[in-house]
């Protein structure tokens, strides 16, 4: 069961730090991801993180403004987006990935129910 929160709505050049706690598992065994889907278009994987924390992957959208990150002590990955942009405005959500595969999308397929960005001009 994963739950997240932190969504808002921000100007652009704002931040936001988004947080995904999961329940019900050993969290620490999974890699973990950020996904976004804005109206109208696909589901983009933004970010991934593997177990340990060590390794990350972020889309070439995001890379240099996003960065995920995970605390296995408290069962949270987390999300701080900065240098927002109107066309981060999206539905983020998180998910689990029990193949190990961090920096894939394929693998991801335990999702929470989204939290809204809205980032205005």
């Known amino acids: 069961h994963l739950v997240e929160s932190g969504g808002g709505s921000v100007q652009a050049g704002g931040s936001l730090r988004l947080s995904c706690l999961a329940s019900?598992?050993?969290?620490?065994?999974?890699?973990m991801g950020w996904f976004r889907q804005a109206p109208g278009k696909a589901r983009e994987f933004v970010a991934g993180?593997?177990?340990?924390?060590?390794?990350?992957y972020y889309a070439d959208s995001v890379k240099g403004r996003f960065t995920i990150s995970r605390d296995n002590e408290k069962n949270t990955v987390y999300l701080q987006m900065n240098s927002l942009k109107p066309e981060d405005t999206a539905v983020f959500y998180c998910?689990?990935?029990?193949?190990?595969?961090?920096?894939?999308?394929?693998?991801?397929?335990?999702w929470g129910h989204g939290t809204q960005v809205t980032v205005s001009s």
């Open positions: 998910a689990a990935d029990n193949t190990g595969i961090w920096y894939s999308a394929v693998g991801y397929n335990d």
């Open positions: 019900g598992r050993t969290f620490s065994i999974y890699a």
């Open positions: 993180i593997n177990w340990s924390g060590e390794r990350t």
